[in-house]
């Protein structure tokens, strides 16, 4: 039990004891702390989401920079700058469209293409293959495109392949960090929740004014008296 709510049983105890009113005094502290600890809940649940927000924009910040180191190393394999040789307008939009552009349009795609490949399979396979199903058929295609897509991007130049793998790294190891900080407020928030009802608790019992008979006065005090889970 939380110290603070020990603090107010047993006050409410002795009050109970005395066969008197909680008094206002107690009240107050009482519904003092429940608004603390509510407005404790409302700043975790803000600082969760700030934490998400800042997450996600790290993210995508990565991403981006990422797509141009790999947009640099695809033109830069394309087109070694100490090869000397003559480029026209027609060879130059055809190493573009060959060597170039498809590792700037898919970069850092291949743990997206891989995730929908099994998804795709994963609802193929729960479509029966008889009767002929539109569906089915719409996904096959879908999935045979994907494949092909992967097949052709699965040879990329050494430096585009290097700088996608540390790329992809720190985006897993950011994303590790987001599940980590989130799993952590998580728990923070759980335990505020605990905090809240309690204290919701605890001031609604302090409302109630009793005169309890000397038994309940008895079983009172001896079970706040009592250590902790029972112990002796």
């Known amino acids: 039990m939380n110290p603070w709510a020990s603090r107010v049983l047993i006050g409410l ?7 008197c009113a909680t008094p206002i005094e107690v009240k107050t502290a009482s519904r003092t702390q429940t608004e603390l600890v509510a407005a404790l809940g409302e700043a975790v649940n803000n600082l969760s989401a700030a934490v998400d927000d800042f ?8 991403r981006e920079e990422g797509r141009m180191i790999v947009a640099r190393q695809a033109i830069d394999a394309a087109l070694p700058p100490d090869v000397k040789r003559t480029v026209t307008a027609d060879s130059l ?41 539109v569906m089915r058929s719409a996904l096959e295609a ?3 495109d994907l494949k092909l897509q992967k097949a052709q991007l699965s040879r990329p130049p050494r430096p585009v392949a290097d700088a996608q793998a ?3 790294q720190d985006i897993a190891s950011e994303q590790e960090t987001a599940a980590k900080s989130k799993q952590a407020l998580g728990v923070l928030a759980t335990d505020v929740d605990v905090m809240k009802a309690a204290a919701l608790t605890v001031d609604s019992w302090l409302a109630i004014d009793v005169t309890p008979n000397q038994d309940q006065v008895n079983a009172l005090m ?7 889970g029972g112990a002796r």
Request: charge should be positive; charged fraction near 25%; glycine fraction near 2%.
């Open 13 to 19: 105890g002795m009050c109970l004891a005395l066969g």
């Open 55 to 62: 997450h996600r924009a790290k993210e995508a910040r990565i």
């Open 93 to 133: 939009f055809t190493d573009y469209k060959k060597s170039i552009q498809p590792w700037i349009d898919h970069a850092l795609s291949a743990p997206d293409i891989d995730a929908e490949i099994a998804s795709l399979e994963k609802r193929i396979a729960a479509i029966p293959a008889t009767p002929p199903s």
């Open 142 to 144: 879908r999935l045979d």
């Open 166 to 168: 540390i790329i992809l």
């Open 222 to 228: 001896k079970l706040l008296s009592s250590p902790p």
